[in-house]
């Protein structure tokens, strides 16, 4: 995925509508907006699709410390669903908060007009 052209991304990415708009130093901005396929059968957000965000973001904050190269993956996840959502665009900024030699340790937001929907962290491995 390149800034700001998912169709550089995963098909995976593209599915979900995942809009990279910054990666660097350890930083990283996706954006997805909402729509009928991403709801569940209360026509929320699906917490997977949301989950999918997270991680996504998290990955590029990853890869960010080496140039955008995918030199890790994901080991754990642990994500707090806030609130729910029903039309929007969702903002995840994630940030590496440990770079070891063999792991990352990464936090996550997602904000939706300006409120909290979901804290997430994760360790990710150097592959």
Not at 32 to 39: E, K, N, S, Y
Request: charged content about 15%; proline content about 1%.
């Amino acid at each position: 995925m390149s800034n700001g052209d998912a169709s550089q991304g995963s098909a995976f990415s593209r599915l979900l509508g995942l809009q990279l708009v910054e990666a660097s130093a350890g930083r990283a901005e996706v954006h997805m907006q909402m729509h009928d396929g991403l709801g569940n059968v209360h026509g929320k957000l699906h917490g997977g699709a949301l989950f999918s965000l997270i991680d996504t973001a998290m990955g590029q904050a990853c890869h960010s410390l080496t140039d955008g190269v995918a030199v890790s993956v994901t080991l754990e996840s642990k994500i707090n669903y806030i609130r729910p959502v029903s039309e929007g665009e969702l903002i995840c900024r994630a940030w590496v908060l440990h770079a070891g030699k063999r792991t990352l340790v990464v936090e996550a937001e997602t904000l939706q007009g300006g409120k909290l929907v979901a804290k997430a962290q994760a360790t990710f491995a150097r592959i």
